[in-house]
Nanobody, 125 residues
Framework: QVQLVESGGGLVQAGGSLRLSCVVS?????????MAWFRQAPGKEREFVAG????????YYRDSVTDRFIISRDNAKNTVYLQMNSLKPEDTAVYYC?????????????????WGQGTQVTVSS
């Protein structure tokens, strides 16, 4: 089993920044897992935000967050980060960390086997 615990969410004004963290643990966890961040706003479907391959050398973003968000990982600390800058009210959502044992292979949420409980991000205008 693999456990993911997110932290770092909160309330921020538009234009501000937050850094989310996701600590991964568990008997079957391996650093070669692909990782991603998803988000879900009230009344909307869960959507892909950013993904990263096992080495951290390849990253992927949805168009609306490119140049504002940065995903990174520290395999020595079993932690994945999402640095969010220039936040907008439309970024308000619950943000989830997800792990894919087959490395990163796309933004489809059905490819991710393990999920965290989510952390709320609220951006005020």
């Amino acid at each position: 089993q693999v456990q993911l615990v997110e932290s770092g969410g909160g309330l921020v004004q538009a234009g501000g920044s937050l850094r989310l963290s996701c600590v991964v643990s568990g008997r079957t966890w391996r650093s070669n897992y692909g990782m991603a961040w998803f988000r879900q706003a009230p009344g909307k479907e869960r959507e892909f935000v950013a993904g990263i391959n096992w080495s951290g050398l390849s990253t992927y973003y949805r168009d609306s967050v490119t140049d504002r968000f940065i995903i990174s990982r520290d395999n020595a600390k079993n932690t994945v980060y999402l640095q969010m800058n220039s936040l907008k009210p439309e970024d308000t959502a619950v943000y989830y960390c997800a792990a894919n044992p087959r490395d990163y292979n796309g933004p489809d949420y059905s490819r991710y086997d393990y999920w965290g409980q989510g952390t709320q991000v609220t951006v005020s205008s």
